[in-house]
């Protein structure tokens, strides 16, 4: 079996000189950053000490300026230039990611095809999750061989319509907003029985710089003068939440500063807060406590897997299925900053999950379906 990693190659010209960056010091950086040892980033990197220092003392030559400072007792630090690199390689990394992935994938898919390759790949098309992230380790040791695209959630069921992949994924906020949302998912499925696997709870809310200097609340402080907010990629399951909580709020979006600047990924959205190119996003805590940033809960939420229901009964399905309900899995998820993991694996008949027709019983049970635990959250300072 194929698999296919594709990485951006970073070309810098300075003064005239040329030069390609290693991704390497990207992720010395990064471990620098978080633990303030060389020793341990150079371990984290899978490099020698030597090897670690000589890297970074050549790029601080070539860029003329340096990109760490050293102190007794204090350890290794990034300097402004370091913070701005290591800013730009994440954010790089999280705009990047889902097209590189997805292009991976079909580029691996057509090659095992040729190759007539034994174990076919299980297909799920989603929207972006961090803990749909992790579950990639999980699966190879399985024996599993995952091939997840980024897409948005009204997407990501259109090509389980059309046949493109084997499981979609969504998400749905506790609450009358969940319910119009799950409404709007089944009348997208058609031709089932479909079954819902639940993969975990999540908080969903407002991205913001540390101590929220522009105290974001509530949506309607997105149409502040002197406020930029960065939004998700129109067709995903956050864009429509938050244009659903814009129309109840009576928002007009042509008063919102850069509503029309789009990402496609949670961690990209983070990006640009982090980069100071925008003041808030709406996405989950996981991307905000990735980059050091605030964050105000809004509103709790499920992610799901949808499939056709013959279609979780085949082997592949199963094992994934056994993944998300093992205790390791679980462990991880419930790690992440908003995640809950329990119920992770429990499936459900789709149309009793997402109602056709109003009904405030369906409301109630959406929340409780996949979790019953309140979600851990962290309320930004305002």
Known sequence: MIHIDIRPVWGFTVDGAERDLDLVLIALLESLHAEGKLTRAATEARV???????????WQAFLGAPLVTRSRGK??????LGEKLLWAGRRARDSLAPQLANLAAECAGALNESLHA???ALAIHASHDFALAALA????DAGLVLDVRCRGSFEAIAALQRGECDLAGFH????????????????CLSGGPFRLVALAARTQGFIVRRGNPKAIATVADLARPG???VNRQRGSGTRALLECLLSQARVDRARLEGYSLEEITHGAVAALVAGGQADAGFGVEAAASQYGLDFVPHCREHYYLVARAASLRKPGPRRLVAILKSPAFRALVNALPGY???GSGTSFDAHAVLPTSPSPSHCRSIPSRATGAPS??????K
Request: charged share 15%; hydrophobic share 35%; glycine share 10%.
């Open 48 to 58: 020698s000490y030597r090897h670690a220092w000589n890297l970074i003392e050549q």
């Open 75 to 80: 350890g290794t630090t990034l300097t402004p």
């Open 118 to 120: 034994r174990g076919p």
């Open 137 to 140: 380790p999980f699966a190879a």
């Open 172 to 187: 749905v906020p506790d609450g009358p907003m969940g319910f119009l949302m799950a409404r709007g998912y089944a009348q």
């Open 227 to 229: 406020v930029r907010m």
């Open 340 to 342: 809950e993991a329990q």
């Open 376 to 381: 851990k959250s962290r309320t930004a300072s």
